[in-house]
């Protein structure tokens, strides 16, 4: 079986960025094993979750929306931009379905963080650019580290040849272009990874005791666009496909 993972559009509002960043998206997935699916942000709620059914795992995408600050109970910040109503819909449909039939997750950036408020926790409204600019952006290959905690869920999927070690903590390259963060982890959440020079939340995830256990993971950077030359980038898509293949329901 070629698992179907689900991926929303990024936006409802720039199609510019749609076709810019989508089918780096559909590539990773595709080059993972699975067979990406689409998922219009204009679909009816029955739409949406009859389209979920028929997957075996969903892919949150990032987005330049920012997540609506009420839905974590706090008010709007300044530098938060608006948020993607449409967007939001289609996510919360899907993790609604993913949940209650426990299939595989996968959150990247804003995904990461709609997962996370979506389980109750909270965001970072705005980071500071020093020490380190976590707003680098596409052009920026590495921006900096992730330090990953080496008997995580994470841990045990990233390539440890591209990663260096000290105190059974992996340091990964990462890129980065985001300007919000997690701040409380989502309920049943831990952190995985961080920024060492910061502290800032770079990946969280469920815990997870083996195959056939809920598959759930989140990190801020992107890994769709570093996929043709990391290794650890193919095999969170890899392992996503394959949490799929075995998820039975």
Known sequence: MTPRIAIPMPTSFDPVYNRANYSAYVEAVRSGGGEPVEVALSLSEAE?????GDCQGIVLPGSPADVEPSIYGQPRDEATAPADVARERVDRALLEEAYQDEKPIFGICFGVQMLNAFLGGTLVQDLAVVPVNHAAGRSVAVAHSAAVARGSLLGGIVDLDECSESDGILRLPINSS??????????????????PQDGVVEAVEAPYLGPGDHFVLGVQWHPERSAGL??????????LVAEARRWRG
């Open 48 to 52: 949406i979750r009859r389209l979920a």
């Open 178 to 195: 985001h300007h919000q963060a997690i701040g409380i982890p989502g309920a049943g959440f831990t952190v995985s990874a961080r920024c």
């Open 230 to 239: 990391s290794a650890s980038s193919r095999a969170l898509f890899a392992r």
